[in-house]
């Protein structure tokens, strides 16, 4: 074994490249994110290259256009510019296409002389590189572009660099990304379910999305973290899916419910909850809010008639923003309240149905649309 070579402080200039590389992966496997993953890289490009800066796009299924996801770095300040970064770019660009054809990564020292960068000198991008990341199917599923604002010669170094980050990490963003349209999928199809249910019920539509949004209000107001917002996100979607197996004649009764009736009213909970175990890859604490969504505070709820702190946060949370929604809408069997008369509600129910901590979270999160709706 020979010892380090010249200076402990500073390993080989090969050596260095190879220990930021495996930083920069190690970035983008640890990252919860495609765009804290890739930012990182995209900082070493303009870090480490003459670009004076650098993005990272990626098609978005629904309308075939790349967005940008990730960006650092100057981008010329030109009308043209400011409307990629809103609405992205379309799949015809020549770029893209030419990128689509390609293997390699593509280096352009002078946009105005190339066909596959037409559009680019009109945005005041004078020199461009772009490097594909592709899905499993070959299909192009991202670009890394970075620019300069002057004509540019493409270095060896910087051809290199590029190369290898298209070749590790843009593998590894492909992944991300792959994870990403998955999770979105499954949001969409938990979505659904919940519009499904309340396509049946006669709720006044919007109650999901509605519910879901005050508890999110709440859930920020609270300081809870993104694991735990999602959690309730979709607990929220699907707290009542359970309402699936009750009959119309029960669900849709206008009148007041038999004793009978109640019994097989209230099996939506633990329906629900069979329902959501079905779904493996839904998180815990998002069942907490399926299975504790009618308990209350007293012990008087249901199905298991949990008391106070023996209910999981997240059902107590979720329980106020249920109980506000459907009071301020029309059910087949009531119409709807005030706002003021179901704060009032809400407010003669703390330390009976509801939390006494978490009543005033609530309303203050019910006003805040209200807010919102008028500024
Ligand atoms: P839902 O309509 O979504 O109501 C959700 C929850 O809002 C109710 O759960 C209850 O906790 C609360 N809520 C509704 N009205 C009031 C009220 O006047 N005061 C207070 N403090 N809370 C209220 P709950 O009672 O367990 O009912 C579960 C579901 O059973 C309801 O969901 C609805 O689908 C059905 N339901 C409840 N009462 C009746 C009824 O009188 N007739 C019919 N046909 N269905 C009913
Ligand atoms: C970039 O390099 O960041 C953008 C260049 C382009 O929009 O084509
Ligand atoms: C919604 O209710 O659609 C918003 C919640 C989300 O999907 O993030
Ligand atoms: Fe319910
Ligand atoms: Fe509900």
């Known amino acids: 074994m020979t010892g380090p070579a010249a200076d402990d402080h500073h390993p080989p200039a090969g050596e260095q490249a190879a220990q930021d590389m495996l930083h920069l992966t190690q970035l983008v496997l640890a990252a919860q994110t495609l765009a ?6 995209l900082e070493k490009l303009v870090r480490d290259t003459a670009a004076q800066g650098s993005a990272y796009f990626q098609l978005e299924s629904r309308d075939l256009s790349y967005r940008v996801r990730a960006a650092t770095g100057e981008m010329p300040a030109t009308p043209g510019m400011q409307a ?4 992205g770019l379309p799949a015809e660009t020549p770029l893209l296409q030419a990128l689509a054809a390609s293997r390699q990564p593509l280096f352009f020292d002078d946009t105005r002389s190339r066909h596959e960068t037409a559009g680019l000198p009109e945005l005041g991008v004078a020199s461009v590189a772009a490097a594909p990341v592709r899905a499993s199917d070959g299909r192009l599923l991202g670009a890394f572009l970075m620019h300069t604002l002057d004509p540019h010669c493409w270095q060896p170094t910087e051809v290199a660099l590029l190369t290898l980050v298209s070749g590790t990490v843009a ?12 999770r979105q999928a499954r949001e969409a199809a938990l979505r659904a379910l919940g519009l499904m249910l309340e396509a049946r019920d006669g709720e006044t539509h919007g109650h999901t999305d509605r519910v879901t949004r005050l508890a999110l209000r709440a859930g920020q107001a609270l300081g809870w973290d993104p694991d735990r917002l999602e959690a309730l996100r979709w607990g929220a979607y699907l707290h009542d899916i359970g309402k699936i197996a009750i009959p119309d004649a029960v669900l849709l009764k206008p ?3 038999t004793e009978e009736e109640w019994v097989t009213m209230r099996s939506h909970v633990e329906a629900g909850e ?3 175990r079905a779904l493996a890859f839904l998180p815990p604490l998002a069942l907490n809010v399926i299975q504790d969504h009618h308990e209350h505070w007293s012990g008087q709820g249901y199905p298991a008639g949990k008391q106070a702190e023996g209910i999981s946060v997240e059902g107590r949370l979720f329980a106020l923003c249920d109980v506000y929604d459907a009071l301020t809408s029309e059910r087949p069997y009531k119409r709807a309240w005030t706002h003021e008369a179901a704060v009032a509600e809400l407010r003669a129910q703390a330390g009976q ?3 006494p901590e978490l009543v005033e979270v609530v309303i203050r999160a019910a006003e805040d649309r209200g807010d919102a709706l008028l500024a």
């Open 255 to 257: 009148g007041r419910l």
């Open 353 to 355: 149905q509801f939390d």
């Open 274 to 276: 069979r329902f959501a």
């Open 171 to 182: 593998a590894l963003s492909g992944r991300l990304a792959a994870e990403e349209d998955a």
């Open 84 to 87: 990629i970064a809103a609405h």
């Open 36 to 41: 804290a993953g890739v930012t990182p890289t």
